[in-house]
């Protein structure tokens, strides 16, 4: 095993060991009182943390691009039209995913590093109906957050039904489904919730699923909502066997999240992003995304003039952070660091100290401490 | 939490520590060197256990259920015939998936505790053309174990594609793909392979991946194979992040299996099978399945006269050992008795040892100690 590394990739995000010891507790039956209570209690938490009453959460082995895939296929069918506003990897994804099971769909598009405006939303939905409109809420290649509140108040005027794409959001972000009408935020376990890789989660509200039951059939088996359905009231039910110590595992992590409490939660994201951002700011770099756009979950970082991509990033690596390379059309030109779910500012300040000691080692002009400085700075406003 | 049970059920089977220890290393990237290696080297591990020279493993996020959609979408599409030979629970599952996505299919079904016989095979295959056959190797509800080996000789006659459904029976049960001309062995993490639950696990031959190649399209996106060969081919590339700790626990696991070897760990299959039989045999205790079809990964077991199903199952897990209690037609009139994975001697004397103790508990009449007798009379053979 190679040394540990602080994780600060846009998810997988870093897992605290009180998550980990609950993963590697022995396996027990999936339909056995521990897993029963386990599965009940992260349903009802995952609920709170998106701010739904009545809707049904789904907690099952996958990963986001399946959550993706159930959501649309369990509220969108035959004669159905759905707007994907996408803002970069994801929508388009989303867009993949419509095309593989034969939805009727358009693309609203935007520049990268922005997102669709309510306004171009609104101008869309004057000129043609849609059933569905699917939004991703923070595009993990681009950096952007989408407003997904005014989106949801734009909607409010039409019967379509509105999915927000959490995966990089759900946790860390506000998505306030009762308030906002949302009727789907689909989301993954890695990343603002904390949990290792594996799981596709989702909530719906009482029109989605009452959308599911209008119908008639749905081109999935192991996606289809109403077979988990069941099993999400009561768990000793057997349809597919759960990933049991996974989902010991998220539970425990919804625990982390309620007891740090959701909107302190989405303040420390706020307050970590910021002391990142100002900490590399100070060494000079700079940001892929629009100022206005900038989600609190992860950066698209530009580098200093003179900086190389690949050197940057392994210096990093040996000084102990991993971060990611850019995607599609910014490959080579930014890193991206996830900044999500159970980190410390600890690790927040251990991140920026690496980045000055691998310009250090690069032989990088930079005033040392400096960006530290701008860090501590934030956090300690 | 509830004090450590032995869990004897059909699946999850109980996880070595080595497997929990892997499963709770911090999470690295699922793009990076460590998961890169652990993924190949499950793949290669994987194809040797299922006696697979040149096919392409998946290990992919999700259950057994989700591994049964993706091998028959990923081999039969509009037009094609599929076979589905039922002997239980999960034959008709198969057929229901078929249904879902609206594939022709017919289904040969036999009385619970049999398995269709080839020479029905062989009938059925003489009166209609089909291009997709798929078997349940052990009915995790029956008990029952398919002949193989002799489906796969009828088969070896047509042109037909042979799918294996090994939830219950890959790596405890042979399943010798080249040898016998298997096209799919489709399985799950947490039963004979010894790892919790989670992920899908496939083996397509070179000849399912040619039929996946020659469908136009698939309704899948997740479930696309072709959409994950790249990734096992190079872990370092991206399409969905896997489920990084599960599949390095799964890596562990073949290594597990490697070592004890392969052809060692289905004898001791074979071996644990008889000697929980003798035990439960002495104590009066009888078999639902057939004595032709009997599996080595489970047993069904009948009550002694007199013994209720839910104050005997009650009373086991008291003494320390979790087992199961029929499903469907069973129900109530038999309990299932797990006895695959990383099973010890000890583990399997220990279960009868608390088989005799429930017994006591409950007042029925049984020579003490016999149980015990008979089980070490076969692990000592």
Known sequence: MSQ????????????????????????????GPDMVRDLKEACENLKK??????GEPFIISGAGTLSMEMAILNTAGPGDRVLVLSQGYFGQRMADICRAFGLEHDVLECEWGKSVTPRELEQRLRAKNYNVVVCTHVDTATGACAPVEEYSQVLDKTG???????VCATGGVPERMDAWGIDVVLTAAQKCLGTPPGLSILVLSEQAMEKRRSLAAVPAYYSDLLRWLPIMHDPSKYFSTPGVNEVRAFAEATRIILEEGVEERFERHDLHAEAIRAGLAALSFGFFTDPDYLAA???VVRYPDGVDDKAFRAGLYENGVVVAGGLAQTLGQVFRMGHMGNLSSAQVKFAIGAVEKTLQGLGCPFKPGSGSEAVNKVLKA
């Open 4 to 31: 540990e590394k602080l994780l600060l990739i846009p998810g997988p995000s870093p897992v605290v060991p009180r998550i980990l010891d609950v993963l590697a507790k022995p396996t027990v039956s999936h339909v």
């Open 49 to 54: 943390i998106v701010f739904c009453e009545n």
């Open 160 to 166: 379509a039904l509105f999915i927000v794409d959490g």
């Open 297 to 299: 979950t992860l950066s």
